[in-house]
């Protein structure tokens, strides 16, 4: 039996963590209205953008120099580097390769890494010119500094950023916001899967454009594999996943868990696309991790209906931006709703099957990151 002690300081600090990200939210709220900003549209970004970088000349898709800044963690390899691909040239930096590094990220290591950051982009520039720069980082690894060199170099940026529901700020170091807060207004794009972060990157005087995350449908695909499995989920364990899984289980569901925490362990991106085949549901989650109330779109949103999974996830507003909900895909709210989907959906094969060819064909369709990039760079008028 877990310690109630830990039970109550793990409880403190989601609350805590929380009434932090309450307040953050309507700081920003306030001073966005205080400002009377608005949220730019797509041609408005253009335009925005064609002012910055008048000399911006668009090549054909497979033409384009790109300098492409992130580590591979476990998915960005075989989900960003692809994508990149399709449209020309890539160079990659990865700190962790270039600083020998291995495990979590030493933050003492900051200052060795933006100096290297510049000397690599400095050397670069001597051979070639990129006609992109897309970076996938925070400021837990660059400064304000580098970003400024970036931004006197005039070559148009884009920065990815995922979690900006909770870590647009993130904890404070040395003076320094571990999100995104103190570098986004040196790109010349910031691309944000959090649709209501795009007022705190206007009030932070940065340029954002709402777009989630997507998938490679080369490596999520469907497979002909029996399905064996009644219900699956691939995540980590925190939150309340634990206790809807037991929830589930209890009521006669059979399901399996995979992941950081869970007695099944992790999987391999492969082993992962197979068990989406095997399973008759795949499960999801849609809340941020230590905060009530707060969800986000997920990488799995994309992953497992383009992996030809049926997909049963968290209710919450930004799926029906993505997805026609009951017919594509299917949401539940709370855990007697998730219980009774479940079994309507194990009951009913066919009307199962064709919401999981119907989410196959929106994911391939609507949701590759290849479409994403795409977008991104007419935006930045670099294609």
């Known amino acids: 039996m877990e310690d109630p002690l830990k039970i109550y300081r793990k409880k403190l600090r989601e609350w805590l963590g929380w009434r932090r990200l309450q307040r953050e939210n309507t700081m920003y709220r306030r001073m966005f209205h205080k400002l009377g900003l608005k949220v730019p549209g797509e041609s408005e970004i253009k335009d925005i953008i064609h002012r910055r970088h008048p000399s911006i000349k668009p090549k ?97 940026t884009v920065n990815l950023s995922l979690n900006d529901k909770e870590n647009f700020v993130g904890k404070i170091y040395n003076g320094q916001a571990l999100g995104v807060r103190d570098i986004c207004r040196y790109f010349t794009l910031n691309w944000t899967s959090t649709e209501d972060a795009l007022v705190k990157y206007l009030v932070e005087g940065a340029l954002p454009i709402y777009l989630p995350e997507g998938a490679n449908p080369e490596v999520h695909k469907p497979l002909n594999l029996e399905k064996t499995i009644e219900c699956s989920f691939v995540g980590q364990c925190y939150g309340n996943r634990r206790h809807v899984i037991e929830h589930l289980r209890a009521r006669g569901i059979k399901v399996e868990a995979f992941g950081s925490g869970w007695l099944n362990g992790p999987l391999s991106t492969e082993a992962m696309v197979q068990l989406y085949s095997k399973s008759h549901i795949n499960l999801g989650f849609s809340g941020v991790m230590g905060h009530r109330n707060t969800y986000c779109l997920k990488g799995r949103d994309f992953e497992i209906p383009m992996s030809g999974g049926l997909y049963l996830t968290e209710h919450h507003t930004e799926l029906e931006k993505v997805y026609e909900i009951g017919r594509e895909i299917v949401t539940y709210q709370g855990l007697e709703d998730l219980v009774s989907k479940i079994r309507e959906l194990l009951q009913n094969p066919e009307k199962a099957e064709q919401i999981r060819q119907a989410g196959y064909r929106r994911a391939r369709r609507d949701h590759t990151w290849e479409q994403r990039f795409d977008k991104i760079f007419k935006l930045l008028g670099v294609i």
């Open 60 to 156: 054909k898709k497979g033409d384009l120099r790109i300098l492409a800044i992130y580590h591979h963690y476990n998915w960005e390899d075989t989900s960003l580097k692809p994508a990149l691909e399709k449209f020309g040239e890539v160079w990659r930096y990865d700190w962790f390769e270039r600083l020998g590094l291995e495990g979590e990220w030493p933050r003492r290591m900051k200052e060795t890494l933006n100096i290297d950051l510049t000397t690599f982009v400095s050397d670069l520039l001597k051979k070639i010119r990129p006609d992109v720069i897309f970076m996938y980082v925070t400021g837990e690894q660059v400064t304000p500094e580098t970003m400024k060199f970036f931004e006197h170099l005039g070559i148009p």
